[in-house]
């Protein structure tokens, strides 16, 4: 059992930035593939971003390229994101998640384990 805890989020201007950070409960955190995904009300979950066991490999959504940036620290356990030039669209309850085998993964049901959210509101 994997437990996600997200912080980071809040009220931000449109054309600022924000930071999300997840840190999983885990001494394997580096043979899990990891993902953030974002869901609006009266919207399904989407993908935001995900990352392999290394790093090296990223996806991003199209609305969210150059934008934001996945990154992970495997030595803490630790997933971010670092979302630029927010948008009003961009407005969402963030979820971290993560799923045993390393390689990338960009389907929500490919994902076992979740965090339980974190809020972003961005103002115009």
């Known amino acids: 059992q994997v437990q996600l805890v997200e912080s980071g989020g809040g009220l931000v201007q449109a054309g600022g930035s924000m930071r999300l950070s997840c840190v999983a409960s885990t001494q394997t955190f580096n043979w899990y593939a990891m993902g953030w995904f974002r869901q609006a009300p009266g919207k399904e979950r989407e993908l935001v971003a995900a990352?392999?066991?290394?790093?090296?490999?990223?996806h991003y959504a199209d609305a969210v390229k150059i934008r934001f940036t996945i990154s992970r620290d495997n030595n803490l356990n630790t997933l971010a994101l670092d979302m630029d030039s927010l948008q009003p669209e961009d407005t969402a309850v963030y979820y971290c998640?993560?799923?045993?085998?390393?390689?990338?993964?960009?389907?929500?049901?490919?994902?076992?384990?979740w965090g339980q959210g974190t809020q972003v509101t961005v103002y115009s």
């Open positions: 998640a993560a799923d045993w085998g390393g390689n990338i993964k960009v389907a929500a049901e490919d994902y076992k384990y």
């Open positions: 990352i392999n066991w290394s790093g090296e490999s990223t």
